[in-house]
């Protein structure tokens, strides 16, 4: 019998149960209600005193979900818990690293901050955007990889010869990992924005004449990104076109231009953020086991250092 409990935030039930479920843990329930004004208000409903919280909370549609997770921190502390880690899937404001012109916040140390203050004991996130977050943080961040599962399915597909494309040139390290892994060619697609959600592909570096070629990033936002990359890689040579993703934010029009494209033939993506299940072009991988293990070595003080292993 665990000596914890799991509680969650209305972004990711789903996710959250099915942790709790690998766990053999019924969810801790909570009472979230929004007032007439759009206040939050956040209450357990269940005595967790002296216990191990741990809160699952993604905070995409960022602005709300960050804050209830904050006040479900919050309300734990105040309600004695002995230790509240909490359990971001997706981090949001993660691109939000730096201060990459005047008069900007670096609101992904905000955040940091916020969850700080508001008394998280401890952090676990996956694919964080920017590695630097972790320095952002006084308390313990563990950033887990979601990469050995979505290489484990990728690889069901059984194909060759293929090569791993990365968007941009920051993502060169990620991509050289998933091609040395599964065992491709890499591709580097060189783009510029002009402006905020905007791409241009201006070279491709490498050559994808022939190959099955899977485009490996972080995050899908608007899609827009993926679908030049993907046209790029076709009007070069390429054969099929997959995307291997963590986080499908997948904001405004990006699945109705994603099951649209001729392009690409199907992506990978792991449930830090909830979909429908009937879309046609997405494989959706669960990150559940990964984070239902991280939660069980951090409980019993045990090393979750092999969680790490990237190379896996």
Not at 287 to 308: K, Q, Y
Request: proline share 4%.
């Amino acid at each position: 019998m665990h000596d914890f409990k799991i509680a969650t935030g209305r972004s990711n039930p789903q996710l959250a149960q099915k942790v709790a479920n690998l766990l053999g843990l019924e969810l801790t329930p909570t009472s979230i209600e929004n007032f007439s004004d759009g206040e939050l208000w956040v209450k357990f409903e269940e005595n967790i005193r002296g216990v191990d919280l741990f809160i699952i909370q993604s905070t995409f549609a960022p602005s709300e979900n960050i804050f209830e997770l904050l006040m479900l921190i919050d309300a734990a502390k105040r309600a004695s818990v002995k230790r509240v880690c909490a359990v971001i899937p997706y981090y949001g404001y993660a691109r939000q690293d730096r201060k990459d012109q005047p008069r900007v916040s670096i609101t992904a140390k905000l955040v940091a901050n916020l969850l700080e203050r508001s008394g998280a004991d401890r952090v676990i996130t996956i694919d964080l955007h920017s590695s630097q977050i972790q320095g952002f943080f006084d308390i313990p961040l563990d950033n887990l990889y979601a990469s050995p599962a979505l290489i484990k399915e990728a690889r069901k597909l059984d194909i060759d010869p293929i090569a791993i494309a990365s968007p941009d040139v920051g993502g060169v390290k990620t991509a050289r990992s998933y091609a040395k892994r599964m065992g491709g060619n890499l591709l580097v697609i060189d783009k510029r924005r002009p402006d905020h959600n905007v791409a241009e592909i201006m070279n491709i570096i490498g050559d994808p004449t022939g190959k099955n070629v899977f485009i490996v990033d972080d995050i899908i936002d608007t899609g827009t990104t993926f679908l030049n990359c993907a046209v790029a890689l076709k009007d070069h040579g390429a054969l099929d076109i997959y995307g291997i993703c963590s986080h499908p934010v997948l904001s405004g029009k990006a699945i109705e231009k994603i099951e649209q494209s001729d392009a690409i033939k199907q992506i990978f993506v792991t449930d830090t953020i909830p979909l429908k299940q009937n879309l046609t072009k997405f494989k959706i991988v669960s990150v559940a086991e990964l984070l239902s293990e991280a939660i069980l070595r951090t409980h019993d003080n045990r090393s979750i250092s092999t969680l790490f292993d990237i190379e896996r």
